[in-house]
């Protein structure tokens, strides 16, 4: 899929016993929380401080999972995270979860951020705040 993209934050997961289903493999639902360990951490590296949102931040708008191969409990995962587009109201996160022993890609999940005023409510365009920090984070143009 997105492979070729270089991922400079990555995120170790300790997979918990209840993370598992009946099938012994980690269930469907609980890679969101997995991505937002990712997604946390990026924010947090790229802006330099503990991301919380607030004030003029990112407000999640859609996200898109595509499951590769199951992950077990004694699996060793990490969540790699770059933004790779950034729009007027928008940007674009394209994240992996991979083995970390034998580098097998486990799932991709693509997620679509907004600007946003959380004190007015509404969308804003992306702050410049953001935009500078990703492109120094990532020493690239996105």
């Not at 590769?68 to 940007?91: M, R, T, W, Y």
């Amino acid at each position: 899929m997105h492979r070729q993209h270089e991922f400079k934050c990555k995120a170790p997961v300790q997979i918990r016993f209840g993370d598992i289903d009946g099938q012994g493999h980690v269930n469907n639902a609980v890679y969101q929380n997995y991505y937002d360990i990712g997604r946390v951490k990026y924010l947090s590296e790229m802006l330099g401080e503990p991301y919380m949102p607030g004030g003029k931040s990112l407000v999640v708008a859609s996200v898109k999972t595509d499951f590769l191969a199951p992950v077990f409990l004694h699996d060793d995962i990490i969540v790699e995270s770059a933004v790779i587009k950034i729009g007027n109201k928008s940007l674009t996160m394209l994240q992996r979860i991979r083995e970390n022993h034998t580098g097998e890609i486990k799932s991709d999940c693509t997620t679509i951020f907004a600007g946003y005023d959380y004190d007015r409510a509404e969308t804003i365009v992306i702050p410049d705040r953001y935009r500078n920090a990703i492109k120094e984070y990532q020493n690239k143009e996105v």
